[in-house]
């Protein structure tokens, strides 16, 4: 690797020394992501309050989001730097839907977001997970105690709604027993079916799941900051794809087992293949010629 490359990447973290960096939240978020970043680069965490992101999209579906998940991250920024006066950003944006592998589970997929307006630096840290994304209609005080329980309240707050998952919420952020009873008999009170729709609330600051895979995406963001292309030097080089092909240890035809990693830059496209380490062949109860 040129030695000018690497001066140049440690000029760029040298440079978030004392930076200031905005972040844009209602939700917590600042003793999530500010300590893990302030620890790990020396920069300065600017919490910025004074716009409310549900207005750009809310987890209690008021207001759906515009774009993608990576779009409403960046907006976020980008307003948290103009409102801040800062010329550093970061965003958190959470997506939820089923799982990637059975379909059948609730699952979060949160990024963060770094936004360098003098570099034009785009760098997004990733982090996916089960959700607590739990709902159920219920009819009386005994079935809605019961999906508490099952649903990690109170620590996990919780939303209502009369009837059905699409009607206005009546009430949330529930996290105390008492406040959740009183709310329970009222939203059945405005219920025209005698039913209350219960739910999670997914917003960062009341479910702690979403928390912890925050976290996660903010270390991986990290680990990106601290990755420096080969070829240009610019933050962000990551591993983008797997070759497979690993040849069987038996008849040495191609597996579906990884042979190397493929490393990339987003800026210059430098592509990388890194071989695997462990052993040069696989094991043939992993190849679908000798073990079909």
């Not at 209609?137 to 109170?154: E, I, K, N, S, Y």
């Not at 240009?232 to 591993?239: E, K, S, V």
């Amino acid at each position: 690797m040129p030695t000018a490359d690497n001066a140049r990447f440690k000029d760029y973290l040298a440079r978030c020394r004392g930076q200031a960096v905005a972040l844009l939240t209602r939700h917590g978020k600042e003793t999530l992501l500010g300590p893990l970043l302030e620890d790990a680069l020396g920069c300065r965490l600017v919490h910025v309050d004074s716009f409310d992101t549900d207005q750009l999209g809310s987890f209690t579906r008021e207001i759906p989001r515009a774009g993608s998940q990576r779009d409403a991250a960046r907006r976020k920024a980008e307003l948290g730097m103009q409102l801040a006066g800062c010329t550093i950003g970061i965003a958190s944006e959470g997506a939820f839907g089923a799982d990637p592998h059975s379909g059948l589970l609730a699952w979060d997929t949160e990024i963060v977001l770094w936004l360098d307006a003098a570099t034009g630096l785009e760098i997004v840290g990733f982090a996916d997970g089960p959700a607590a994304a739990a709902q159920e209609t219920v009819r009386d005080l005994a079935a809605m105690r019961d999906f508490a329980r099952q649903a990690g309240f109170p620590a996990h707050h919780l939303v209502l709604r009369p009837d059905h998952a699409e009607a206005p919420p009546s009430a949330k952020g529930l996290a105390d027993p008492t406040v959740l009873e009183s709310a329970f008999f009222a939203t059945l009170a405005a219920s025209a079916r005698g039913a209350v729709y219960v739910e999670n609330d997914l917003r960062a600051h009341a479910n702690p799941t979403r928390q912890t895979l925050i976290r996660q995406a903010g270390a991986h963001l990290l680990t990106l900051l601290k990755s420096a292309c080969p070829n240009c030097a610019t933050p962000g080089f990551r591993l983008s794809d797997l070759a497979r092909g690993l040849p069987c240890e038996w008849c040495r035809q191609p597996t579906r087992e990884v042979v190397a990693e493929i490393w990339s830059c987003n800026r210059c496209e430098h592509l990388e293949r890194r071989l695997r380490s462990g052993p040069p062949s696989a094991d043939a109860s992993r190849c679908d010629r000798c073990n079909p």
